[in-house]
Antibody
Framework: EVQLVQSGAEVKKPGESLKISCKGSGYSFTSYWIGWVRQMPGKGLEWMGIIYPGDSDTRYSPSFQGQVTISADKSISTAYLQWSSLKASDTAMYYC???????????WGQGTLVTVSS | DIQMTQSPSSLSASVGDRVTITCRASQGISNYLAWYQQKPGKVPKLLIY???TLQSGVPSRFSGSGSGTDFTLTISSLQPEDVATYYCQKYNSAPFTFGPGTKVDIK
């Protein structure tokens, strides 16, 4: 069974750094793109970026380029999303997702709530 | 980058009604289109991928069609549990942009 399990909720102060994780299981982690999606309170889904753990090829949405860093450690089947300096506007739910292909469906993690407040 | 639009932004229909939501891409994306259902406080649920393939476990009253730039999600007989926001997403190439969403309510 394919599963994506994300790290727990975080409460941080503006200016702090943060790295959240998404551990994949039940499939070949290195063979599928894993992406991150932001959902701010009461708003829609925003695609942030994606990584191919097999070779660490990474693509970002123009809206998030330079604001976050996506990485992966294929030895432990885990993808990461990190911030070097959080802002209050980073407060949101963050989902990891193995997006569909033409022949296979997709899977989502349970979400990680990040709250940034002074 | 390719932009995704959805219409309507919201709709209200009666139980048993046929409901259609439209998604349009600003450029052709072949059939690299997914539909998601999200209920308040829940993780988005994949309904349809490859424009028309039903994800395993999704009720058959949901169907998808289209190719290129114009796509539709149809609920053949609206049920109370279908109250949710529905999103389309392109995934032919990065960025895998989502549409703005369509909120579906029961009249």
């Amino acid at each position: 069974e394919v599963q994506l399990v994300q790290s727990g909720a975080e409460v941080k102060k503006p200016g702090e750094s943060l790295k959240i994780s998404c551990k994949g299981s039940g499939y070949s982690f290195t063979s599928y793109w894993i992406g991150w999606v932001r959902q701010m309170p009461g708003k829609g889904l925003e695609w942030m970026g994606i990584i191919y753990p097999g070779d660490s090829d990474t693509r970002y949405s123009p809206s998030f380029q330079g604001q976050v860093t996506i990485s992966a450690d294929k030895s432990i089947s885990t993808a990461y999303l990190q911030w070097s300096s959080l802002k209050a506007s980073d407060t949101a739910m963050y989902y990891c997702a193995r997006h569909p292909t033409i022949t296979q469906g997709g899977y989502w993690g349970q979400g990680t709530l990040v709250t940034v407040s002074s | 980058d390719i932009q995704m639009t959805q219409s309507p932004s919201s709709l209200s229909a009666s139980v048993g009604d046929r409901v259609t939501i439209t998604c349009r891409a600003s450029q052709g994306i072949s059939n690299y289109l997914a539909w998601y259902q999200q209920k308040p406080g829940k993780v988005p649920k994949l309904l349809i991928y490859a424009a028309s393939t039903l994800q395993s476990g999704v009720p058959s009253r949901f169907s998808g069609s289209g190719s290129g730039t114009d796509f539709t999600l149809t609920i053949s007989s609206l049920q109370p549990e279908d109250v949710a926001t529905y999103y389309c997403q392109k995934y032919n190439s990065a960025p895998f942009t989502f549409g703005p969403g369509t909120k579906v309510d029961i009249k």
